[in-house]
T-cell receptor, first 110, second 114 residues
């Protein structure tokens, strides 16, 4: 399985943007890039996913490098509620599995 | 929010007793999953189901069995609970296996085996 590499932790100030990097140098052409987050004492929550083009939704934006070997999750204005562990996951187009790594712990300072 | 309900939310049980956790969905999604989450190991897949009565093993399936008799319900059974099965268990659902679809998770069941 293709692997992802994320920083262990990041800090941000409230109402500032947060850019979460993810490296996936062994990504295959049919792997989708998924982001999930897990708030304290809750189950993982879907954030966004994409294949090749940048994606936006109400929660975040996903910027995918042209060679697809890295991506960045962008939280446009961090709130205290965004403090969570963020997981970058590669999901093949025909695979049932969703394999989680350690993720990035995001702390938001008021 | 996706309609996923896990029950019970918390359970304490004794070593050697059978335990069944239930995942109920109202989304009519075909695929359902059971994960466990432990410190230092992240989320690991136990079993999954790709339809009624169709199930398969994940990466940490030893000591667990599952059943799915209805689309909406996916049961996880610990045949004889051990302390190593103390964990937080999450159910997930997905409309498809494809990477182009997202998965939705329940709130978790915290199981303690004493």
């Amino acid at each position: 399985d293709a692997k992802t590499t994320q920083p262990n932790s990041m800090e941000s100030n409230e109402e500032e943007p947060v850019h979460l990097p993810c490296n996936h140098s062994t990504i295959s052409g049919t792997d989708y890039i998924h982001w999930y987050r897990q708030l304290p004492s809750q189950g993982p929550e879907y954030v966004i996913h994409g294949l090749t083009s940048n994606v936006n939704n109400r929660m975040a934006s996903l910027a995918i490098a042209e060679d697809r070997k890295s991506s960045t999750l962008i939280l446009h204005r961090a709130t205290l509620r965004d403090a969570a562990v963020y997981y970058c996951i590669l999901r093949p187009y025909n695979d049932y599995k969703l394999s989680f790594g350690a993720g990035t712990t995001v702390t938001v300072r008021a | 929010d996706a309609g996923i309900t896990q029950s019970p939310r918390h359970k304490v049980t004794e070593t050697g007793t059978p335990v069944t956790l239930r995942c109920h969905q109202t989304e009519n999604h075909r695929y359902m999953y059971w994960y466990r989450q432990d410190p230092g190991h992240g989320l690991r897949l136990i079993h999954y189901s790709y339809g009624v009565k169709d199930t398969d093993k994940g990466e940490v399936s030893d000591g667990y069995s599952v059943s799915r008799s209805k689309t909406e319900d996916f049961l996880l059974t610990l045949e004889s609970a051990t302390s190593s099965q103390t964990s937080v268990y999450f159910c997930a659902i997905s409309e498809s296996t494809g990477g182009y679809t997202e998965a939705f998770f329940g709130q978790g069941t915290r199981l303690t085996v004493v």
